[in-house]
């Protein structure tokens, strides 16, 4: 599955899930991009996007192109998304496009 880090979360992440194709905002030159550009970028190269911004989406529907995973962590350090990495690739095997998934608390 191709995967899309948004800004917000650690680039070290993508180390974590094995057996996908994971590139952050940075790496695909959507630096700064507006979140409903992002999306809408995201969902003609990805099949996932994956955020810890709780209103990422509020008030848009998602593409049917592309899934959203919204992680709940008490920070985005590393140390925090570490723990939830078993729920992220189980999400990523399980969820389609035009979904919204939340892992963690």
């Not at 899309?4 to 695909?28: F, I, M, N, Y």
């Not at 409903?36 to 996007?49: F, I, K, M, T």
């Amino acid at each position: 599955m191709r995967v899309l880090l948004d800004e917000c979360l650690p680039r070290s992440l993508a180390l974590e899930l094995s057996g996908h194709e994971v590139h952050t905002v940075t790496q695909a030159g959507w630096s700064s991009v507006k979140n409903g550009e992002l999306l809408r970028l995201a969902e003609q190269v990805y099949d996932a996007l994956i955020t810890i911004d709780q209103r990422f989406a509020e008030g848009r529907e998602i593409p049917a192109s592309i899934a959203l995973i919204t992680l709940v962590a008490r920070t985005n350090r590393i140390e925090s998304l570490r723990p939830l990495v078993p729920a992220i690739l189980q999400a990523l095997a399980s969820v389609h496009g035009g979904q919204r998934v939340r892992v963690g608390a």
